[in-house]
């Protein structure tokens, strides 16, 4: 069974700085792609950033870019979304997530081609 445990949430005044990670109980880190994604309040699950199973490829949600940095240590089966310059509407509660079935290559930014979700954890940012 593949579980995911996000930490490092928090609350913080805009313009501050998180550091998210992602430990990921598996055998085989590196054959999964990864992937974070945010849920506002009243607000669909949206995607926020993501690696390609070989970790070559990353993309971002345009509202991050610049901001938001992924990353990812296979020898820690952990990934982690560094928060940058944090705006308001970054509020939301955070979910990191996993699959096996995507191509190497590919940068997965759906939720529902994802197998495997965290519980998520809290970011709050105060204006």
């Known amino acids: 069974q593949v579980q995911l445990v996000e930490s490092g949430g928090g609350l913080v005044q805009a313009g501050g700085s998180l550091r998210l990670s992602c430990a990921v109980s598996?055998?085989?880190?590196?054959?999964?792609?990864m992937g974070w994604f945010r849920q506002a309040p009243d607000k669909e699950r949206e995607f926020v950033a993501a690696?390609?199973?070989?970790?070559?490829?990353?993309d971002y949600a345009d509202s991050v870019k610049g901001r938001f940095t992924i990353s990812r240590n296979n020898g820690k089966n952990t990934v982690y979304l560094q928060m940058n310059s944090l705006k308001p509407e970054d509020t939301a509660v955070y979910y990191c997530?996993?699959?096996?079935?995507?191509?190497?290559?590919?940068?997965?930014?759906?939720?529902?081609?994802?197998?495997?979700w965290g519980q998520g954890t809290q970011v709050t940012v105060s204006s």
């Open positions: 997530a996993a699959t096996r079935n995507a191509l190497q290559s590919i940068v997965v930014v759906t939720p529902n081609a994802y197998d495997y």
């Open positions: 598996v055998r085989t880190f590196n054959t999964y792609t």
């Open positions: 690696f390609s199973r070989s970790a070559i490829m990353k």
